[in-house]
Structure formats: C-alpha cells, structure tokens
C-alpha cells in the first residue's frame, strides 16, 4: 500500500499539468550510460532547454540498467531492444561495428590486410576479463572468427577509444562513438570489409495508459532528433 501510495504525488501533478497547461512543464529523468551522455547529450540539453524552458531534464547517468518502474525513472536510453512488456522499446538509431586502431599503431604493427595479420595484433576488447576473447565478424562471405593472441579487455567504449587513440591495439568500435577522431584521421579504418553486429539504441519508458505532457513532449523530441544520426551527419 504504501509503494503505491508514493505514487499519488505524481500522479496528482500530472493531471493538474495536463488539465490546467497547454505547455509542457516539470521534471522528466532519463537514465543513460555514461559514454552515450558525455559524447552525445550536452548538445541536446542545451537545443531542449530552448524550445521547452519549462521542462527540466534530470540526467542519470549509470552503466547498470536501473528498473524504471522500483527507481521512478521516468525514461532510459539504452544499448539493444529489451524484451520486456512492462516496458515500451522506441528505437532511436542502428548502426553496425567497424574495427579501428590510431594511424600510430598501424606503422608500428604495419599493414594489416588479412585475418592472419588481425589474430597478432593486439587488441583491445569490450567486456570483461571472464569473457571469451573469440571475435565474430562478418564479410561478403558470411562469419569469421578471429582468435586475438594478446589482448586487454574494457567495460566502456569511451574508454576503448581513447585506448585505440593512445596506440594501444585494435578494436570494434561503433563510428558514432569516435566520428570527430575518425574524421581528424587520429582513427582510421582497419579491413573495411570487416564489420561487427549491427547495435540498436532504444529509448524506453514504462508501458502505462497516460503519459504525462512533458514525458511525451521529451520522447517526442528524443525520437525526432535522433542524436546518434544527428552527429553523424555533421561530420560527413
């Protein structure tokens, strides 16, 4: 009783909002990963704040995935399609993996032009030290396998790239994560014909009749952005 009691408040200003304001106003969180807020929402924040002055966004930046619902979290922005029916998955941006390395570890590794070349470089992988360091690619003619020699592991992407910047190996990034290095050329492209699965990025929010007029305004814009592509574009 008392869990859903908590809930009255907002339930009560959001029908006060919506019955009595023709403008979007109030708090709205949204929960991300750390590398997806400080590459990609600063620009948002600033581009929201002047079109809704009304509506202050409460950023949550956390690698592990609250629950929406148990943390009163009101939206998330998240890596991959959760299959969850007390949730609704919004897709924002797909895109595909490419491997990179700084044009400093290519000249001192040299040319890397074969499968056999990529299983002695060394590598910088995403996961964690427990994970099976075997890499799935794909190419014209379907999936290969490569099995790095040496190898470091990271949990973050961010921190991947600046790892590949700073020379230390190969490794799978998605080009929205390092579009501005790869543009400048600190990162260039190893076996373009190399590509890694395809990553989602979906915006979620709990599955409930009514949404509040600032929730809706903030996914309506979200998905109408589309922040990943958006960067893209800019730097082509």
């Not at 600033?46 to 950023?59: C, H, K």
Request: overall charge neutral; charged content about 20%; glycine content about 6%.
């Amino acid at each position: 009783v008392y869990e859903q009691a908590k809930k009255l408040r907002g339930i009560l200003t959001d029908l006060e909002s919506n019955l009595y304001s023709s403008k979007p106003k109030g708090r709205v969180s949204i929960t991300m990963p750390h590398h997806i807020a400080h590459l990609f929402m600063p620009e948002v924040l600033q581009a929201f704040r002047g079109l809704y002055p009304e509506i202050e966004l409460d950023l949550i930046l956390d690698d592990h995935r609250l629950n929406l619902i148990s943390d009163e979290v009101d939206l998330a922005i998240r890596v991959g399609v959760p299959k969850d029916e007390s949730i609704i998955a919004r897709i924002m941006h797909e895109e595909k993996v490419s491997l990179f390395a700084s044009p400093e570890y290519l000249e001192k590794f040299g040319e890397i032009t074969s499968l056999e070349s990529l299983t002695k470089c060394r590598w910088v992988l995403l996961g964690k030290p427990s994970n099976n360091p075997t890499q799935h690619l794909f190419n014209t003619h379907g999936e290969v396998s490569i099995e790095p020699r040496y190898y470091s592991f990271c949990n973050s992407p961010f921190m991947i790239r600046n790892m590949l910047l700073k020379g230390l190996g190969v490794g799978k990034l998605l080009p929205s994560i390092a579009s501005q290095e790869i543009k400048s050329g600190r990162l260039v492209s190893v076996m373009p014909s190399l590509t890694g699965q395809t990553v989602s990025f979906s915006l979620i929010y709990p599955s409930r009749m009514q949404i509040p007029l600032r929730i809706r305004t903030t996914i309506d814009y979200l998905l109408d952005k589309n922040i990943f592509h958006s960067g893209l574009q800019q730097d082509n």
